[in-house]
């Protein structure tokens, strides 16, 4: 179990705190944007804005034959209305102001929502689904790594209550990583597990096959899209009030109102208006969507009943997704993510350090020495970099056939691949100087938000609509001070004669 526990973690590690790292920015994903995204940081409308207000962006994606054009309501973390309509070619978005109903300038970025989340779960590896299996890959060792970390650790309820702070380095990291391990294990097994689950028809695509003729039809059946199953029409067919099937919707559901509107196949005979009930006061997912005919406005179906399983599955779903509205939740996820990323750097550093006195200056030693730097501390730069290339970069910035939001990312790539280098090429000064660089851009992607938007920590404080803005420059300072500790005692350390983390090997460890 311990052979299997360290390979687990030494082989899939940096994939692991890649996806853990990205994941726990999610949580605050909706945040993010908005301080990536300037242009969207207005305070909410009381009142809101009626569909048919948007009906000149419906009119846009009629005229560009649009595949399917779709609405989402503000909400208490997105105080916007946002519009997107894609073709065969390409996704059209735009925000609007929810009380003027004006289109708000493109902050040409993808964000959080649109970068950060999906790399959670596929790598931004896209091709035959490569990226998902990886993680899925990852998320099984995740498994056995939190399996086999129960049965080496016989004292477990001691180990949870020793953390000897001045003890040697290795001791220390020993003792993080297992009070990290512990404090989260059932937030280790839940999330790793559940994240399985959502992926479970890309693993398992054979029970999938069995029942339905195709992945499409399934995929409209378990998420209540069944009406979506019909033939792309004839053009030409008007697309009815969209007001008059929202009060439909609303009346069907006692009050509530919709969380995003749908219209597929716009312009179309076939054209579908959908209504998709919030799920912000419930862990389970249960996608209850009310459908209309788009041209005549018939009441057509609503999807709200779940079996057993798909309930579980739903509440598994939820349970990872966080679609519900709790900040407190919120918080402790986020927290606990932190945790994990913990759990998983301190398994690196444990191991190195109970190595170093022997393979030090061996092949695989140094392989595990750059991959441990680039994936832990290196990626941590690399978005940072990104909040910055987001601060820095012009509106209409293009270079060599990119447009703006593709050099952010861009940015991200060449400064992740940069400290893989530098881990390797330095070993003995990546992590002070990684620590160091991670203190100067954390610092200097508030300063840059402050210099480009006017919006510095006192204002966005006082202002209840801009606290997410607060909050992501109060974690990033609380970010780079604890990086700039962290690099001071490495340089007292190596002033000291004494190189970073290392010590003596402890036996039996």
């Not at 299997?4 to 994941?23: C, D, E, P, Q, R």
């Not at 509107?261 to 998709?276: C, E, Y």
Request: charged share 15%; glycine share 8%.
């Amino acid at each position: 179990m311990g052979w299997l526990h360290t390979w687990a973690g030494v082989v899939l590690g940096s994939i692991l705190f890649a996806i853990f790292w990205m994941g726990t920015l999610s949580v605050f994903d909706s945040e993010i944007d908005l301080w990536m995204k300037p242009a969207t940081r207005i305070a909410p409308a009381h009142n809101v804005l009626p569909l048919e207000s948007f009906r000149s962006s419906l009119d846009e994606a009629v005229a560009a034959k649009a595949l399917f054009w779709n609405v989402t309501f503000p909400s208490d973390r997105d105080a916007v209305f946002h519009t997107h309509f894609g073709t065969r070619k390409k996704m059209i978005s735009h925000d609007i102001d929810p009380v003027t109903g004006r289109v708000l300038p493109d902050s040409g970025t993808l964000g959080a929502s649109e970068f950060i989340f999906p790399f959670h779960y596929t790598l931004n590896i896209t091709l035959i689904n490569i990226g998902e299996w990886v993680v899925g890959l990852a998320s099984m060792a995740m498994l056995i790594l939190c399996l086999t970390g129960i049965i080496i650790h016989r004292k477990i309820f001691v180990d949870f209550f020793t953390f000897r702070v001045r003890s040697k380095p290795r001791r220390m990291l020993l003792d993080l990583h297992n009070i990290s391990g512990i404090l989260g294990l059932p937030f280790h097994i839940a999330l790793t597990f559940s994240g399985l689950v959502l992926l479970g028809a890309t693993y398992f695509p054979a029970g999938v096959n069995a029942v339905y003729p195709n992945t499409r039809i399934y995929f409209f059946e378990s998420n209540g899209l069944s009406f979506l199953s019909v033939k792309h029409g004839k053009p030409g067919a008007p697309v009815v009030s969209l007001d008059e099937t929202f009060l439909r919707a609303r009346s069907l559901w006692g009050g509530d109102t919709p969380h995003l509107v749908l219209v597929a196949n716009p312009g179309m005979t076939t054209s579908r208006i959908a209504f998709f009930r919030g799920n912000e006061n419930q862990v389970v997912i249960d996608r209850d969507v009310i459908a209309f005919d788009g041209s005549t406005g018939e009441f057509l179906s609503r999807s709200s009943h779940l079996t057993p399983i798909m309930r579980s599955q739903r509440f598994l779903s939820g349970l990872h997704l966080i679609e519900f509205h709790n900040w407190v939740l919120r918080w402790i996820y986020f927290l606990l993510g932190l945790g994990s990323c913990m759990l998983i750097v301190t398994g690196f550093l444990f191991w190195m350090e109970s190595r170093r006195k022997k393979q030090e200056g061996q092949i695989g030693f140094r392989l595990v020495e750059g991959v441990a730097s680039g994936s832990v501390t290196g990626i941590i730069l690399a978005t940072l970099a990104f909040f910055i290339g987001n601060r820095l970069l012009p509106s209409d910035a293009h270079l060599l056939g990119l447009e703006r939001s593709a050099l952010e990312v861009r940015v991200f790539y060449f400064v992740w691949f940069t400290a893989f280098l530098h881990g390797w090429l330095r070993p003995r000064q990546v992590w002070f100087g990684q620590s160091a660089a991670i203190s100067l851009l954390a610092f200097a992607a508030v300063i840059l938000n402050w210099i480009t938007t006017g919006d510095f920590l006192l204002r966005t404080l006082s202002h209840r609509y801009l606290w997410p803005v607060a909050g992501m420059d109060v974690v990033l300072l609380a970010g780079g001070v604890l990086a700039l500790l962290i690099a001071m005692h490495l340089f007292r350390r190596a002033r000291n004669g004494v190189l970073p983390l290392r010590s003596t090997e402890v036996r039996g460890a």
